[in-house]
Structure formats: structure tokens, C-alpha cells
């Protein structure tokens, strides 16, 4: 390669974008540092804002660049024994269009803050001084400048015991700035704007995949197995085309569903809050299990057992089974989802939103395409004896079990919670005494015994009392008056809106909620449960509203200043040692104020 050719052009460039622009790379921006607060105690977070002012019509490389080749901006800090930085957070970056490139570039302009955060070691006394220097390249629509350094420095008071800490500067601090962590909400707008709509769309067909590990889709596992494991579906092919029907079933639904939450606003999954819902939903799983046992078959008049075949065999059975199960996978909302609900309330088009849910319930579904593939080719095995009446006998069993699962949360507290365990200890002596089915084969005969015992074990042991009184955080009913005191009097809030029917809000009760950590913080706060089981009431909508609440559990955290900290919000479940993590922050916006 003849260098001439490569250095000769780019030096002229960057002699025209200084003499016919009058600009070079010093002269574009300036960076300013501001300190969140007057001064900072040893031992303790500081916060600064790196203010950074551009000239119009120039812009810096983001940090992270599209573009391979693009010169990324840097942060470089100067080594020092009095502090450590603990973090760099820039902005968001925009992507533009520019002359010299066919491609989107992710680019800083204007006015923006990049925030360090650092600790002040203990023994560090009087000041600490920052400084470091902000490292970019400088270009406008025709040309760029030559990489350059611009340096910054402040310096810190170390304030004695007796000193408060004072926040200032507050608009370049807002309190959604305090937590530097992303969270998993998918941004769908600006991965349609960088990726492009095939890489967005696997990426949400993914995330459908990755919902099969919330808790809400495990019900689905055993209904699958028991409603094709009862098909008599000969074929490979044939098993497969209703294995899909199933899972179009699941997408269709779904797909409207979450669409018709989107545009409207309201919380998906609050359908299943009616309890006529649930009911039906039980008297379907009631209605294939009895067709397990076989009652079908002898009690009841043939117009009933016509309507029962159609509903457990067949091209239209599978699809309306798929249509039901996608009601009880449809409240498996994460950040993941909450992601396509807010994109699809933005841009309001239906069609567009139908089709990114429809493709997160392909995602979904595909394992069950799996499950149903399999579990309806049990015709395979050996049709002699008595042991595949006892097979189909055992799906009955956990459809009936699934059938309680739906109507449980309809039922008091002080009765439902023995449900479960009567039933599975019912279950367990059933098999081992009465049922004789399959006794000439031994391999079923062991299996059929071991989930008796199972059965009975975990039967048992769901009934055995409570050694001690479990302590819990000391949750309030919302109430308008209660909140306001509490903001008033400036102590950090957490609102907890959450439903019966929600499995993930059971278990931040059971495992969270009960931790001793969080507990102890929890304390500090003023803790609200907002019931959103039956939609809300006037109190609890505007709250909805406010908070843009698309579903359950959420949990906002509200600064000293009254407003939400954004990064710090708990959609689904989360273990305790992350939440008290994330309680802890709040705590330490004392720093600030």
C-alpha cells in the first residue's frame, strides 16, 4: 500500500476542518465537573457530574461505538492512594445519520452528563483531589478532528463528624441516576434502530424462550404431558401437526391478549382474576381427566361424549386445549415483556404489536412443541396389560391436581392452604392401596409406588406446623393519607403492587420478604401493598396510572424526594440478597441530600 495515498488525504482533512471551520479538537467542547454534594465524610461515596458542552453541529463517538472503526469515547481517571472510582456511567447515546458513513452512528451532542462514582478512603483528611481527562474525537457531517484529550480536576472536601453533607447541582443529579445498573426491559425502539427487525425479533423469540423458567409456565409441563400423553395420534407427522396446533393455540391468544394490555393500558393477566375464568379453566382440566378415567365411556349420553372427544382428540380439541393453556402462560410478564407492552403502546399499532407478541409466544411454545411430539407418542410403547390404564389413570391424577391449582386461589386462606397437601396424601394411599392397575408389570408397579410415596411425603410434610412465628417486613394497606405522611416526613417509600393470583408475588412474601437483611432495612422504610387482584380500586388506579404499572409484582422504591428511582424497580421475583442490595442504595441517597 502506498502510504502517500492514506496520510496525504487525511492530513488535508484535518487541515480544511481547521482552517475553513475555525475549529480544532480543543476548541468543540468543554467539560465541566460539578459535585453532588458540598463535600463527602472519609469512607464514603461521592458522586460528580462531568458536564459536557458542545458546539453546535459536532458530535463525539459514543462509548460504545457501532461502528468498529469509530474512536470510542473514554473516561480516563488519574490514579490516586485517597479514593477509588467505583464506576463511570455515560448517557444514552443517539444515533444520527451522517454524510461520511451509510450507517447509524451512535454519537454524543449537545449537552450531556457523564457521572463518576468513587469512595474516599478512610484515612483520607482535608480534600481529595479528581482529575483526569475526558478522551473522544471530534467530527461534524463532513469532517472529523484528530483525537484529543481535554482534562478536568476538582477537588473534594473531606468534611469532619460534625459536618453535614448538602446536596446541590441538583439538575445535573436526578434521582433515577443514583443506580447505575441496566435492567433487562428490553428496549425495543432502539434495537429496531441498531439491529435491525430480524436480529430484534430473534432476540424477542429468545426472550420467549427464556420465559419457560418462570414459575407461571411450570403448570403448563404436566397439563401438556397428561393431555397428549392421552392422544392415540399414530403418525410422526400427525403428532407434530397437532403438537403445532397446540402451541398456534398458546401464540393466538396470547398474542391478543398481550396486544389488547398494550394499547389499553391495563394489567395483563387480569382476566384471569374473574372467577368465572378460573372455574372454567378447572372444570376443563375436570372434564380431561374424567375422560382419563374413563367415565366417558360408560356414564355418560353420547351427545357428552361426542362434546368430550372433540375437546381431548382432534385438529379443533388441540387448538382450543392451546387457546386455554395460553390463558395461563399469558401473565408470565417480565422486564422482558414489559419491554414489548410499552413499545407497543408507543408506536399504537396493533398489527405490528400482534406480531412481535405472536413471535415471543413461538418462543414460548417451542418446548411444549417438543413435549407434545413425545408425550403423544406413549402409543408407541407395548399395549399389553393392564399397565396403560394405570398410565392414563395417573395424568387424571394431575389434571385433577392442576384443577385445584386454578381454583385454590378463590378459596380462604385458613382452607386453602390444606388443598395440597390433603390432596397429594389422598393421591398417595390411592395408588398404593386401591389402585391395581398394571400389577403385571413391575417396572410400572415400582414407578406407580415411588410417586405414591412421593406423594405422601410431600403431603405430610406441607402439613406439619410452623416450628415459629416467621417475621416478616411490616407491610401497610395504601392509603393516600398514610403515603403522604409518610413523604412528608422524608423517609423512602416501597409500594408493592401485587395479586392473589400472582405466583411470583407468593414467593417474594415466602422468601424475600422474610429475610432477615431485608427485613432489618425495611425498617427504614414506609412499606404499601397495593391489591391489584381484582384490577384496583379508585385509590390504587391512579397509582397504575402514575407509575405505568403493566403488571404483577412491581415494586417502586421513592426517594427522600418523592420521585420513583427508575433503575431500582422489581418486576417479578427477586432474591433477597439482590433486593437488599437494591434497598441499600435508596438508603444511601442520605449522601446526596
Partial sequence: MNLRKVILPIGITFLLATTLTGASSETILTVTPYPATNGVHSGEQFRIALVVKMLDNWHINSNQPTDEFAIPTKINITPSPDYTIDNVIFPKHVLKKFAFSSELAAVFEGEFVIQIV????????KEVKLSGTLAYQGCNDAVCLSPAETAFMLAIPVLSADQATIFQNEAYFPPETFDAESGTKLDVANSLKEKGYFLTFLLIFLGGLGLNLTPCVYPLIP?????????????????????????????????????????????????????????????????????????????????????????????????????????????????????LLTYVATVGKAWFGFLMFFTLSLGLGLPFVILAFFASSIDKLPHSGEWMVGVRLIFGLVLVGMALYFVAPLLPQNLSQFVFPVYFILTGVYLILFNQSGRNAPFFVFIKNLLAIIALILGVWLLKPAEKTVETMAWQKFNSAAYEQAHQSGKPIILDFYADWCIPCKELDKFTFTDAEVIALSKQFALFKIDLTNGGNAESQPLQVQFEVRGVPTLIFIGRDGKEITNLRVVGFEKPEIFSAKMQKVLEQKLYK
Fill in 223 to 339: 397439563i401438556t404431558v397428561s393431555y397428549f400423553g392421552g392422544q392415540t395420534a399414530g403418525k410422526a407427522r400427525q403428532r407434530l401437526l397437532l403438537a403445532l396446533i397446540f402451541v398456534s393455540g398458546m401464540a393466538l391468544v396470547n398474542s391478543l391478549l398481550g396486544t389488547i394490555a398494550a394499547l389499553s393500558g391495563s394489567l395483563l393477566g387480569t382476566y384471569l382474576t374473574n372467577p368465572i375464568v378460573l372455574i372454567a379453566i378447572a372444570l376443563i382440566m375436570l372434564t380431561l381427566a374424567l375422560s382419563m378415567f374413563g367415565v366417558y365411556e360408560f356414564r355418560l349420553p353420547n351427545f357428552l361424549m361426542n362434546l368430550a372427544g372433540t375437546i381431548r382428540m382432534g385438529y379443533f380439541g388441540t387448538f382450543l386445549m392451546g387457546l386455554t393453556m395460553g390463558i395461563v402462560a399469558a401473565p408470565c410478564i417480565g422486564p422482558f415483556v414489559l419491554g
Fill in 118 to 125: 468513587g469512595t474516599v478512603k478512610a484515612d483520607a483528611v
